[in-house]
């Protein structure tokens, strides 16, 4: 007897609930598309720390215990939802960013005002220390930046909207979580800002290696704001022009510059030590 069915029948897809997967798949990329990525342990330990708004937390399968194990105990204490991938879906999203198997989807960071920034002086009871960075266009010298700005206790850090990087996977994971807690102001103008922070009783220290001033001969207890000079040329004419005085670092070797991280290292510092009187 011949066979009826030459090959087997094709059983009829359920369209509505292919539907409802394309639709939740869509969903979900624009959610993420609204988002912005922390990676790397303590990026998103910080994140969850500082009660930032996280939609979901990425682990990669097999990713090491002892990275991933306090992140998910946090998260489920918190309630924030923690979901186990393939590796290579978190390669994608992390991009060139080293994610060590983990990664947050966050809203996006709240820039603050710079009103904002002397507020949080004020609340301390301290005198305001600020860092102005004039073009930092490396993401890694910004998060190093806002990594010692945290510890040194600065109140805030301003950045430019244009020429600048901003606050990113990368700054964050340079940062070592700390961008979560140094408040960032992003402003149209920068000159015009110094001098909004000049009418507000704050002096303003340009760093240039050819001033005459040496940072160690310095007094540094007044409200303050330090300009850290782009990479490559340093700070601009008209930055230049505007602040109230110009400090440099003493240099013994051949060189005459340092990496614009290290320099605002070094002088967060010196402010730091003289604020508590060593």
């Not at 920034?117 to 305001?128: C, R, S, V």
């Not at 040496?214 to 700070?235: C, H, Q, S, W």
């Not at 003493?250 to 002088?267: E, I, Q, W």
Request: one cysteine or more.
């Amino acid at each position: 007897m011949k066979q009826r069915y030459p090959h087997k029948p094709e059983r009829r897809r359920d369209r509505s609930n292919e539907q409802v997967r394309v639709a939740e798949r869509v969903q979900e990329e624009e959610q993420a598309a609204s988002e912005e990525i922390v990676a790397g342990k303590h990026p998103v330990l910080e994140a969850l720390r500082s009660g930032r708004e996280i939609n979901k937390i990425w682990v990669a399968e097999g990713a090491q215990k002892h990275l991933t194990a306090p992140i998910i105990a946090e998260a489920k204490q918190l309630g924030v939802i923690v979901q186990f991938a393939d590796k290579r879906k978190l390669d994608t999203l992390a991009g060139d960013v080293a994610h060590q198997g983990v990664i947050a989807q966050v809203a996006p960071y709240r820039y603050y005002e710079v009103d904002e920034l002397l507020e949080a002086a004020n609340e301390k009871g301290e005198t305001p220390f600020l860092l102005v960075l004039d073009e930092i266009e490396d993401p890694h010298n910004l998060g190093s930046i806002l990594r010692t700005a945290e510890c040194t206790g600065a109140h805030g850090v301003i950045i430019p909207k244009r020429r600048s990087a901003s606050l990113t996977a990368t700054v964050s994971k340079t940062s070592a979580g700390a961008a979560e807690y140094v408040r960032v102001a992003r402003v149209t103008n920068l000159a015009q800002t110094i001098e909004l922070l000049k009418e507000k009783g704050v002096w303003v220290a340009g760093t240039d290696v050819s001033a005459e001033q040496d940072v160690y001969r310095t007094k540094f207890d007044m409200p303050l704001a330090i300009v850290i000079g782009n990479e490559g040329k340093g700070m601009g004419r008209l930055i230049r022009e505007k602040c109230d005085f110009l400090v440099k670092l003493p240099m013994a070797g051949k060189l005459n510059s340092l990496n614009a991280s290290v320099a605002a290292g070094v002088l967060m510092y010196e402010v730091l030590r003289q604020r508590r009187g060593n």
